[in-house]
């Protein structure tokens, strides 16, 4: 059996990016948000790092993340230690921040259909397009739209059904372990390198409900292997024990992909349009990506609602403004990101010692991937004067 639907967008994914498009839309046009997932926030597919500046800038409620004022890094042979006092780390509750998101959505002019995965879609000699949903119990469902975002994420589900993109070749996977605190201290981070996560990092974040989110994400294809085998190894060579943590033997596991490739600032396909994720928005060092796909997820939904209402210029400022915002920076980061996943361990001890040299300021600024001239002559200037020692 098939129904017909019929809205103005056509959104694809229910993730911040998804949600956010959907809140920032004028309430006179109708759109649809198809997710596959039954629950929003459900299954947690990321750790939830994040900063408390952003989470307030983008009125997220202060209960809905913890805040960290001591950020750690470790390799296998260096600490470098960050009392943060300017811009603070902030670790959300992943669910709550994205029901929070959904609750913004109007239920006037949109739909939420979860437990819905986009098909494909064609475009008609109308210019509207025709797409196929499928709900979990094998229903399909036409949807006619003026036009479709892609806020898949790394799936990138939209483009690829329309031949406009290919999904990422090479991304971040990472594997989460969730337990609750016990004796690490709630407001510390952790962030560590070298012989047990190579390729990629490892984390300990402490949730705002008393639990603790050990995860390592790895760079496929850098290396074949699984993050979860690393994971294993991680916690049968008793590597927990340095970080002062305790993994019982109950606990949730989270898991998620994310893009590691360059950036490329073609986003407006004629009516169809990428955000967050499936436009590889998360940042190159870290791959922290919720509060952009928030942010630009809003700016999309206002550009969009302009475009419609008659003005030729929205998307295109929707473009530049991610271009103006990214491209540089991103740039930058990539080429650390590529850089630093063939990095050795003792490569990593080096590295760290390194960033123990660096003001918060700095250590912030890389981690966020900004990249300002003073951070990249200061980071060029303690590299030639540690190869000069
Ligand atoms: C292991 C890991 C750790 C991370 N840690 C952090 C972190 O600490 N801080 C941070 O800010 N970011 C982090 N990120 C990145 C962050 O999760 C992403 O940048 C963010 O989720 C992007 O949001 P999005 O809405 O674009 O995509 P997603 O969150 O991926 O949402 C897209 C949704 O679309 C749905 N979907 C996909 N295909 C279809 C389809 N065909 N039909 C219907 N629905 C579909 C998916 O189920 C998914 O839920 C991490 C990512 C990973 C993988």
Redesign the pocket.
């Known amino acids: 059996m098939s129904a017909d639907l019929i809205c103005d967008v056509l959104i ?7 949600l956010s498009v959907a809140s920032h839309l004028g309430r006179h046009h109708r759109c649809i948000v ?4 039954l629950e929003i926030g459900k299954p947690v ?6 900063w408390v500046r952003d989470m307030q800038a983008l009125g997220i409620p202060s209960e809905l993340y913890q805040t960290i004022d001591q950020l750690d890094f470790f390799s296998d042979q260096e600490e470098a230690r960050f009392a943060v006092q300017d811009d603070k780390m902030a670790v959300m509750d992943v669910t709550g921040v994205y029901q929070h998101l959904a609750s913004e959505m109007s239920s006037q002019n949109s739909q939420l259909m979860l437990g ?3 098909l494909r879609s064609e475009q008609g000699a109308d210019g509207q397009y025709v797409s196929v ?1 499928r709900s979990r119990d094998g229903a399909e469902t036409t949807i006619h739209s003026q036009m479709i975002v892609d ?5 990138c ?1 939209v483009l690829t059904a329309l031949g406009l993109g290919q999904k990422p070749d090479r991304v ?3 594997i ?1 372990y969730e337990f609750p605190i016990r004796n690490h201290a709630p407001n510390r981070a952790v962030l560590f390198v070298g012989s047990t996560a190579l390729t990629g990092y490892g984390w300990i ?1 402490p949730t705002p409900d008393q639990k603790l989110r050990l ?1 390592i ?1 790895v760079i496929n294809p850098d290396t074949d292997l699984s993050p979860r085998k690393v994971m294993d190894a991680f916690v049968r060579e008793g590597h927990a024990d340095r970080y002062n943590i305790e993994i019982p033997e109950d606990y949730e596991v989270n ?4 893009p590691s490739i360059p950036y490329d600032p073609t986003l407006v396909y004629g009516n169809v349009v990428r ?4 436009a590889n ?2 940042t190159p060092t870290v ?7 928030i942010e630009f997820g809003r700016k999309l939904g206002a550009e969009i609602t302009a475009h419609l209402d008659g003005d030729a210029q929205a998307l295109r400022r929707y473009e530049k403004d991610a271009e103006r915002r990214f491209k540089r920076d991103y740039k930058f980061g990539f080429q650390m990101n590529k850089r630093i996943a063939g990095y050795t361990p003792a490569r990593w001890d080096k590295s760290v010692k390194r960033l123990s040299r660096l003001s918060e300021l700095e250590m912030t600024a890389l981690v966020r991937s900004n990249f300002h001239f003073r951070t990249i002559v200061r980071t060029v200037w303690l590299s030639l004067l540690a190869k000069l020692k």
């Open positions: 694809v994914g229910g993730g911040p990016a998804g198809v997710h596959q997932d597919r990321t750790s939830g790092g994040t819905t995965k986009f949903v806020a898949s994420g790394w799936h589900a971040g996977v990472g989460e974040f995860g994400g898991s998620g992909i994310i955000t967050g994720d499936a928005f998360a791959g922290e990506g919720i509060r952009i796909a």
